[in-house]
């Protein structure tokens, strides 16, 4: 299994610019998530996603932040316009949630962004 | 409100020596725990989780955790450390009713030679 496969690994933008963060979850994974690492905040969830339907956005930042999940096998994480305080790592994870059990998270590599 | 933490910010130990690195939860009902570590410029790797049962889970690359129901705790350690085991440490939980995970700050994790 090639794991969960982000893109771009390094995103360097300038302020205003939109910013889109590609993900495909592993094969089979029903569950989907977006966090964000950063020093001053550790890792925050954004948003995550059961069978392609977004569950709980409560974590994205404000209005600039947007995700889909138009398939099983692709994520993208937008921000139009980005500012300088969105540069931080975001990873993309994913998971088998069968029943109340949760199984563990998969995560990425991470796509650094630098909002300059 | 219902969290980790995990009270080191970095924990220094010599090869060879045992490690323990501290979690605690505050979680109502029965708590599913998990441990990850990542490396630098890395996503993170799962180690191991509690979810029900007996209470020392063993996981990834020789360590383990004890869950503590009294203590509110579920801290990792390995008997014998290597330096390569010099990484990041997340311990995270599972609210009750949902599905994604609640990471604490980290702790990391110097092995001196």
């Known amino acids: 299994d090639a794991g969960v496969i982000q893109s771009p690994r390094h995103e360097v933008t300038e302020m205003g610019q939109e910013v889109t963060l590609r993900c495909k979850p592993i094969s089979g994974h029903n569950s989907l998530f977006w966090y964000r690492q950063t020093m001053m905040r550790g890792l925050e969830l954004l948003i995550y996603?059961?069978?392609?339907?977004?569950?709980?956005d409560s974590g994205m930042p404000e209005d600039r932040f947007s995700a889909k999940m138009p398939n099983a096998s692709f994520s993208t994480l937008k921000i139009q316009p980005s500012e300088p305080r969105d540069s931080a790592v975001y990873f993309c994870?994913?998971?088998?949630?069968?029943?109340?059990?949760?199984?563990?998270?998969?995560f990425g590599e991470g796509s650094r962004l630098t909002v300059l | 409100a219902q969290s980790v933490a995990q009270p080191e910010d970095q924990v220094n130990v010599a090869e060879g020596n045992p490690l323990t690195v501290k979690c605690t939860y505050s979680v109502s009902g029965n708590p599913y725990l998990f441990w990850y570590v990542q490396y630098p410029n890395r996503g993170l790797q799962f180690l191991l989780k509690y979810i029900t049962g007996d209470n020392l889970v063993k996981g990834s690359y020789g360590f383990e955790a004890e869950f503590n129901k009294s203590q509110t705790s579920f801290h990792l350690k390995k008997p014998s450390a290597l330096v390569s085991d010099s990484a990041l440490y997340f311990c995270?939980?599972?609210?009750?009713?949902?599905?994604?995970?609640?990471f604490g700050s980290g702790t990391r994790l110097q092995v001196q030679p």
């Open positions: 994870a994913s998971s088998l949630v069968a029943g109340v059990r949760t199984g563990e998270l998969f």
């Open positions: 995270a939980v599972r609210y009750t009713g949902r599905r994604a995970l609640t």
């Open positions: 996603f059961n069978n392609n339907v977004p569950i709980d």
